[in-house]
């Protein structure tokens, strides 16, 4: 059982960022994730995806780019650093599963 889980669908802000740390391939991307929050309101978050091996592999196999749709399982994780004197805090998404969503297709 994980008790840190997560699930999200969002839209890409801008492409894909590879890197490969230690030779290990990473993905980088956001996402925008729209909600209803009451009647004709919605609320956006936007998240912070890594991720490696082959989640990298598949992001590249499927040339996802800004704008597409995806869904996201996986756990939060949580950084702290600090600047100049200043605690900071960054929590992003490491992917258990994640898919690229695909409109479908209507016919004339």
């Known amino acids: 059982m994980y008790n840190n889980r997560i699930s999200l669908t969002g839209n890409l802000t801008k492409n894909p960022e590879y890197k490969n740390i230690q030779d290990r ?25 890594d991720g490696w091996g082959g989640h990298a592999s598949y992001a590249k196999n499927v040339e996802l780019s800004k704008g597409d749709r995806v869904m996201i399982t996986g756990r939060l994780r949580q950084k702290n650093w600090e600047r100049d004197g200043i605690k900071r805090t960054d929590v992003t998404v490491v992917p258990r599963t994640f898919s690229k969503l695909v409109k479908p297709y209507k016919s004339n």
């Open 25 to 49: 391939d990473l993905v980088h991307f956001r996402i925008a994730v729209n909600e209803n929050v009451g009647s004709n309101k919605e609320e956006t978050i936007y998240m912070d995806i």
